[in-house]
């Protein structure tokens, strides 16, 4: 069943950007279930019989019983369970604050540029089962929120030499989202938002993890809750994505009725307010060949956080690409949209026709495989950076998958005010997950992606620090790839793999960012110069006692707080990628 339902994909991991066999056998039944029967995978799993799903799964993971009994283990003692939320919050959002900056002060994380110096792990948790680390936490005080997707569960951690958990936040069905934090409007009452792999939105008690309403946003059943909500006011912002892109080239599949968009909910029910569509719902538009309709339009999927422009009353997103031809004039773009109604007030479209669907890297003649358009997947997957310039003009920065950083009008439709091209792109490639900004300069990271032919089209993976004001490139950086001793075994694609994917984080004078083979880095904001380097494929023992492994550092994670840097380890659900279920706190020696 596995050979004829899933190894066309599986098999080739690594090309097509799906987990590899090895990886779906280290994931927990949940995951799958959800997958083949309301997620990701339900065309797939739509062909199989409850019986032959459940054979399935069987082969893939057994009937071994997960055990969570670490948990238990790990509560606090009485006098550290209490979430004291009296202080302002670290990390309260995708971007730490809603222009999305990424950036701590030294005295927020408790951490300066010299720390980096001498920086050693002070403890490691691992999750059981969990291949994919892929959700930010949030920090106020000494509590650090984290939800992990593949766990289906939420911990609030008492960050300090021992860690302890404070409550645990159990969802029926898998996490996706990093974390929002804030207040409900109108009470004193502090709240946590985060999405699951089922469209839902949880509101729940910061203090306490109790439930306050859940709410599913999906527009079609392909729908995705990708990017973070944000809480401001007595609303939510909540971005919507798609996964019809990764099922859209079967010809089984009637190709394509999803679409992006972002939702504003009250933050006190979770009734919606308004939608803001990306465009109009899709329709039939033309025979595809054997009698059956292509519908359109679709596509242009929101991954990224929304920033806020309170001035102007906006949000920003970025959008992806088609999904059937001809391509919606929102796809690839910046939305800038009316906080209070959801109307669009302007858009900048970087990339124009880009129709994508992954299984056409594979099997161009697919009946729903665009015969117009470029197969490029550029999408806007790095939330956008409101940005001051030592000038004091507001600029909007966006990062895509193209290789290239934009800087944006924001007082004159988009209008493009610099652009800088880091090389070709590519489907993962590119800008991928985030920006930072550290006031003058914005650090882009570029991934890398070899793609089917193996061939990566120019792509260099590095870090650059660019002149917020100018587009200058200030300093770069490139990584090498290591495969020295036994990290060819722990890291199978160290060779190739070696991009860097995740939002940037920037602490003090220091920026930190991940790579896709494992490695954590801290460079000087300033001059680029290494100052730390950590290999979280290493093997460590963890401090609740679960076997962990590490792997590819992706999407977004790095925070700090309390002297602490904190980090998720492992990304199985692109293939080329290491899974791992490792999160990873470090702190500075004594010099
Ligand atoms: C047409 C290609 C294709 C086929 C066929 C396919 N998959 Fe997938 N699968 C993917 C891709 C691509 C992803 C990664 C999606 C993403 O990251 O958004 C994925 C993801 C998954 C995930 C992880 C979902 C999550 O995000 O939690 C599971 C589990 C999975 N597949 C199981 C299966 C099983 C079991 C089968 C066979 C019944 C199957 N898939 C068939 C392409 C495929």
């Known amino acids: 069943m596995y050979q004829r339902t899933c190894a066309m994909c599986h098999d080739h991991g690594e090309a097509l950007r799906?987990?590899?066999?090895?990886?779906?056998?280290?994931?927990?039944?949940?995951?799958?279930?959800?997958?083949?029967?309301?997620?990701?995978?339900?065309?797939?799993?739509?062909?199989?019989?409850p019986t032959q799903r459940a054979d399935?799964?069987?082969?893939?993971?057994?009937?071994?019983?997960?055990?969570?009994?670490?948990?238990?283990?790990?509560?606090?003692?009485?006098?550290?369970?209490?979430v004291d939320l009296s202080m302002p919050a670290t990390v309260a959002d995708f971007g730490f604050d809603l222009q999305n900056h990424r950036h701590l002060t030294a005295e927020e994380a408790g951490i300066k540029t010299a720390d980096f110096r001498h920086m050693d792990l002070a403890w490691a948790l691992a999750f059981p089962r969990a291949t994919t680390m892929r959700a930010q936490a949030a920090v106020v005080g000494s509590t650090l929120f984290l939800p992990v997707a593949d766990a289906s569960q939420l911990y609030a951690i008492d960050i300090a030499a021992r860690p302890c958990l404070k409550w645990i936040y159990k969802s029926?069905?898998?996490?996706?989202?990093?974390?929002?934090?804030?207040?409900?409007?109108?009470?004193?009452?502090?709240?946590?938002?985060?999405?699951?792999?089922?469209?839902?939105?949880?509101?729940?008690?910061?203090?306490?993890?109790?439930?306050?309403?859940?709410?599913?946003?999906?527009?079609?059943?392909?729908?995705?809750?990708?990017?973070?909500?944000?809480?401001?006011?007595?609303?939510?912002?909540?971005?919507?994505?798609?996964?019809?892109?990764?099922?859209?080239?079967?010809a089984n599949h009637l190709c394509c009725t999803t679409h992006g968009a972002v939702i504003a909910?009250?933050?006190?029910?979770?009734?919606?307010?308004?939608?803001?569509?990306?465009?109009?719902?899709?329709?039939?538009?033309?025979?595809?060949?054997?009698?059956?309709?292509?519908?359109?339009?679709?596509?242009?999927?929101?991954?990224?956080?929304?920033?806020?422009?309170?001035?102007?009353?906006?949000?920003?997103?970025?959008?992806?690409?088609?999904?059937?031809?001809?391509?919606?004039?929102?796809?690839?773009?910046?939305?800038?949209?009316?906080?209070?109604?959801?109307?669009?007030?302007?858009?900048?479209?970087?990339t124009s026709d880009d129709v994508f669907l992954t299984g056409c890297m594979v099997k161009h003649d697919g009946l729903n495989c665009p015969h117009e358009g470029r197969l490029l997947d550029h999408d806007f997957g790095a939330s956008i950076v409101l940005a001051k310039r030592p000038d004091g003009r507001d600029?909007?920065?966006?990062?895509?998958?193209?290789?290239?950083?934009?800087?944006?009008?924001?007082?004159?439709?988009?209008?493009?005010?610099?652009?800088?091209?880091?090389?070709?792109?590519?489907?993962?490639?590119?800008i991928h997950w985030g920006l930072a900004f550290d006031g003058a300069?914005?650090?882009?990271?570029?991934?890398?992606?070899?793609?089917?032919?193996?061939?990566?089209?120019?792509?260099?993976?590095?870090?650059?620090?660019?002149?917020?004001?100018?587009?200058?490139?200030?300093?770069?950086?490139?990584?090498?790839?290591?495969?020295?001793?036994?990290?060819?075994?722990?890291?199978?694609t160290c060779a190739s793999v070696i991009g860097l994917t995740g939002a940037p984080t920037v602490i003090d004078g220091a920026v930190v960012e991940g790579s896709a083979d494992g490695f954590l880095r801290a460079f000087d904001a300033n001059t680029g110069e290494l100052l730390f380097q950590f290999d979280t494929t290493e093997p460590l023992k963890t401090a609740n006692g679960v076997p962990g492994s590490g792997g590819a550092l992706d999407n977004a994670s790095i925070v700090a707080a309390h002297g602490y840097l904190f980090v998720n380890s492992g990304y199985g659900l692109i293939g080329g990628q290491t899974p791992g279920n490792l999160f990873l706190a470090f702190h500075a020696r004594a010099p």
Not at 267 to 277: L, R
Not at 326 to 340: E, F, G, M, N
Not at 445 to 458: E, H, L, R, V, Y
């Open 395 to 430: 600029v909007v920065l966006a990062g895509q998958k193209s290789g290239t950083l934009y800087a944006l009008d924001p007082d004159d439709q988009g209008k493009v005010l610099w652009q800088h091209s880091f090389g070709a792109g590519s489907v993962i490639g590119g």
């Open 56 to 82: 399935l799964i069987d082969f893939l993971i057994g009937r071994a019983q997960v055990s969570d009994a670490w948990t238990a283990q790990l509560r606090c003692t009485a006098d550290r369970r209490k």
């Open 172 to 250: 029926d069905v898998p996490l996706r989202s990093g974390v929002g934090y804030g207040a409900l409007p109108g009470s004193h009452r502090k709240v946590l938002v985060f999405a699951d792999v089922g469209t839902r939105i949880h509101m729940i008690d910061a203090t306490t993890g109790a439930p306050i309403w859940k709410h599913a946003v999906h527009l079609t059943s392909l729908s995705n809750t990708t990017g973070t909500p944000v809480l401001l006011g007595d609303r939510v912002y909540v971005p919507l994505s798609a996964s019809e892109i990764n099922v859209g080239a079967d």
């Open 18 to 49: 799906a987990p590899t066999l090895a990886t779906l056998k280290g994931m927990r039944y949940q995951q799958i279930y959800f997958a083949l029967t309301v997620g990701k995978m339900q065309g797939q799993g739509k062909t199989l019989s």
């Open 265 to 350: 909910l009250d933050a006190s029910t979770g009734a919606v307010i308004w939608t803001a569509h990306t465009m109009p719902d899709a329709k039939p538009i033309r025979d595809r060949g054997d009698g059956q309709m292509m519908w359109g339009p679709s596509g242009a999927p929101i991954w990224t956080s929304p920033t806020i422009d309170e001035k102007r009353g906006v949000l920003y997103v970025g959008t992806g690409e088609a999904t059937s031809a001809p391509a919606a004039p929102t796809t690839d773009s910046v939305l800038a949209i009316d906080l209070k109604t959801g109307a669009i007030r302007w858009r900048f479209q970087a």
């Open 441 to 492: 300069r914005v650090f882009a990271p570029m991934n890398t992606f070899p793609g089917p032919d193996g061939k990566d089209a120019g792509e260099v993976a590095g870090l650059h620090a660019v002149a917020v004001d100018s587009g200058t490139v200030l300093w770069s950086y490139y990584p090498q790839p290591d495969c020295s001793g036994d990290r060819k075994t722990r890291v199978r």
